[in-house]
């Protein structure tokens, strides 16, 4: 156990898993994310290595996923794509660099795209992480109501967990 506590000062960082865990290949990013807060959860030493974690998952769009940016300090998002890469392939990257590849994910008629609602919170004066990075799994099958993953995807769920463990300056080898 570590002494890293509520007087921490570095930055805490928000995981956030995206999708719907009920919509096939969609549902990566909550799994990764879940298995993300199990290495954490397993392994209380990892928490200590870059400072203060909290793991969230949301099936909401850009309007919402903004919401909960805000007051943030660090944030990775995990998401799924259809981006024609082969499913399970795995792509880290800033905000900007995937938005287009996620705006499938993140918008709608009723709703904006996460960029456009982090324009609008800039312009609110909202504060926001200083740094978002996103780490997405292509995916194959995210529109059939279905609990179960394509095995590519599934597969991805381990090695995403690793980069999103890797952007938070923590080993992604757990100690045997």
């Keep these: ?8 000062d570095r930055p805490v960082t928000l995981v956030l898993g995206l999708g719907n865990p009920i919509l096939g290949d969609d ?16 392994a209380p030493w990892l928490g200590c290595l870059a400072g203060p974690v909290e793991v ?7 309007l919402a996923i903004m919401e909960r940016l805000v007051g943030q300090q660090r944030a990775v998002l995990i998401d799924a794509v259809l981006d024609g890469r082969p499913p399970g ?9 995937t ?51 394509t095995r590519p995807v599934a597969d991805a769920v381990s090695r995403a967990a690793d980069e999103v463990m890797a952007l938070l300056g923590q080993p992604v080898a757990m100690p045997a």
């Design 99 to 149: 938005d287009s590849r996620l705006s499938g994910h993140l918008d709608s008629a009723h709703d904006a795209t996460l960029n456009a609602a982090l324009d609008v919170a800039v312009r609110l004066g909202a504060p926001l992480p200083d740094e978002i990075r996103v780490v997405t799994v292509s995916a194959r099958r995210v529109l059939e109501f279905d609990e179960h993953m």
């Design 56 to 62: 969230d998952r949301l099936a909401v769009g850009g």
């Design 27 to 42: 549902g990566v990013g909550w799994r990764v994310a879940e298995e993300v807060e199990r290495r954490l959860i397993t």
């Design 89 to 97: 392939t795995i792509a880290v990257g800033t905000l900007a660099e």
């Design 1 to 8: 156990m570590c002494s890293v506590g509520a007087t921490d």
